[in-house]
């Protein structure tokens, strides 16, 4: 099949798996009919498309654009490839997800999804360590297994295509993104912030009363929450405050009718929120299930930077750049957003929160993001072991629990070991997108000021310099060409201490 070929058929297929994902996971479908999709697409993930992405990939002349999208192309077809081998597995998955229900000892019965939503709003540690038992059961009976089969299907599939010498290997290659190094980045920073986040951690814990030792991550849950700022970030103000914000800035919320807020609550509805960029860049859905205060407010702007993305690439390129790429960049996109709830001025002019509530809320927005880094450094120390194979399987539940409670001072359940982790190394685009983040607001800072947020020359900008470029460069390209810089945890590092000194 020549590449204008396989680039129409792909993107047709590319659609329709995404737009199945929008329907199941939002709740308007009560499961994903994913298999019959890949039979229908059977021709463009066969053998022979393979080897011909193979071959566009190691002929391309290096550093040319040719190379630059065979990359992207392999990675797509290795991914869609190994993910039609799963599709059974996540078929049984999201119908699972939809029927399974906790039973609390105390007689509540509750829908599997809610039971984050309804732990972080718990106000009691015992309550909290009920539904969180209940909630690990279900996990450890039924989403554990399947993700267990699902992982071991998912490496060897992987390692079965010999493109590289193992999972780890062939991700690498694929993605260009260097494990080990980013791996000792991790360790460097979790070594580097240890003294400043277990001083923190003490203070905060004790506010929240309940002692160091015996915190879970089920307490986390409810403590990031942070009810106490509920008043100031009302939900019917959400989408008022965040199209006045847009507006200010000067970019359409909508992109023009493109993309879609679909942020009701609905049953069935995952409770984690997503972006579903069913058409690039003419049909993008924002998905949010609301639970209530700032968290909301957070969630609500990190999607819509990856919509805005989506709905603002250039019609005019290739698939490989508006559909695929390093997913590090619209994760940053997304957080540029997000990390509006971190400036003072933005707080003041969008929320409730008076001088010194917002500098409150920013301390313990400089503890939330350590915690959230640190626990995204441990997971992909952890998810390199799983992926490695030098673990068994049955050792990997007490590493998880190790690995992730040293970094991060809260307890960890056994039980989330295959659960809570995102497959494909994810957490490698998260941690880049961190770092490119905090440079691509520095260099905000630096051409629209302080408060490039609601310049109304800063949204053209961001829409005609980063958006609309897609995914064509690496994490890496976009903060050489955008920030003049190299990402790294260092900005960060210091964004982190000027927050905790708020
Ligand atoms: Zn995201």
Redesign the pocket.
Known sequence: MNLERLRARAQSFTEDVSREGYLAYSGLKPEAALQAIYERHADILDDDTLAGCIERFRNAAAGSEAARAARMMLEWQVESRVARRLAPLDEREVALENEAVIRVADGRVIPYQRASIDIANSNSASDRRALDTARARVVEESFAPLRLERLRCERDAVQALGIADGYNATFEALSGIPLGALAAECETFLRDTDAMWSSVLDERLRAFGVPRGEATRADSLALFRRREFDDAFPESAMEEVVRRNCAEMGIDANAAGRIVFDIGDRPGKRSRA??SPVRVPDEVYLVLRPRGGQSDYGTFL??L??ALHFGNARADYPFEYRWLGDNSV??SY??LFDHRLQQRDWLLRYTGLDRKRAAAYLRFAGFEELHFIRRYCAKLLYEMQVYGGAVDWNTLPDVYVEILAAATGFEYRRADAFVDLDSRFYSTR?LR?WQLQSLLDEGLVNRFDEDWWRNPAAGPWITGELFAQGQRESAGEVALRAAGAEISFVPLIRKIESLLES
Do not use: D, L, Q, S
Request: proline fraction near 0%.
């Open positions: 997503f972006c990190h999607e930077g990856h619209t994760e997304a957080m998260y997108a």
